[in-house]
């Protein structure tokens, strides 16, 4: 079945360090790949999306993520936290023959030290 | 920009009552999905609609049902509601597959108690 799995349900970081969000997906093709950001009490917000070619993708908010075949893991980074990045963070995987068929990770939270 | 609507952001409702949730698109997207958000499972799509009066079962659609009489308007219906239906709602709309690449866009999220 198509899977999406995010490992970690709440980082913690200080404020300037780096970051790093795991995604690990289970589909027959692969697929097309996103990262949503969920701020309190708000819907989510795209960060980045993933269909093909470059393996490194660059989002909004200084957010990257890598594509990786080998590993079926599309991670999340971000260089230099800031405080206002502490959100809840969904990955998803999208079927690339059906777009209704979109899996979502159980999230992961992100709380920012001072 | 794409801008998706909900009726309501806080909603309390009483156990048995008939409950609407509204969303709204104005971005002439085909396709409208309806997911609710419980912690530690992350999304799960109830119904998705993709054209009007067209609609497909999600992976938890009992308890809920939807409507689609117009293209940029998707509602979820709760016939009865029950205290496990206490949860976050998340409308959300998409380009259809032929011209589009999977992104949906969300609406800010209806936050629905049962009493």
């Known amino acids: 079945a198509q899977s999406v799995t995010q490992p970690d349900i709440h980082i913690t970081v200080s404020e300037g360090a780096s970051l790093e969000l795991r995604c690990n997906y289970s589909y027959g093709a692969t697929p097309y790949l996103f990262w949503y950001v969920q701020s309190p009490g708000q819907g989510l917000q795209l960060l980045l999306k993933?269909?093909?070619?470059?393996?490194l993708v660059q989002g909004i908010k200084g957010f990257e993520a890598e594509f990786k075949r080998s590993q079926s893991s599309f991670n999340l980074r971000k260089p230099s936290v800031h405080w206002s990045d502490a959100a809840e963070y969904f990955c998803a995987a999208g079927h690339p023959d059906n777009n209704n068929d979109m899996r979502f990770g159980a999230g992961t939270r992100l709380t920012v030290k001072p | 920009d794409v801008k998706v609507t909900q009726s309501s952001r806080y909603l309390v409702k009483r156990t048995g009552e008939k409950v609407f949730l509204e969303c709204v698109q104005d971005?002439?997207?085909?396709?409208m999905f309806w997911y609710r958000q419980d912690p530690g499972l992350g999304l799960r799509l109830i119904y998705f609609s993709y054209d009007v009066k067209m609609k497909e079962k999600g992976d938890i659609p009992e308890g809920y049902s939807v409507s689609r009489e117009k293209k940029e308007r998707f509602s979820l219906i709760l016939e009865s509601a029950s205290t496990n239906q206490t949860s976050m709602y998340l409308c959300?709309?998409?380009?259809?597959?032929?011209?589009?690449?999977?992104?949906?866009?969300f609406g800010p999220g209806t936050r629905l108690t049962v009493l």
């Open positions: 971005m002439d997207h085909e396709n």
């Open positions: 959300a709309s998409s380009l259809p597959q032929r011209e589009g690449d999977n992104e949906q866009f």
């Open positions: 993933y269909f093909s070619g470059d393996t």
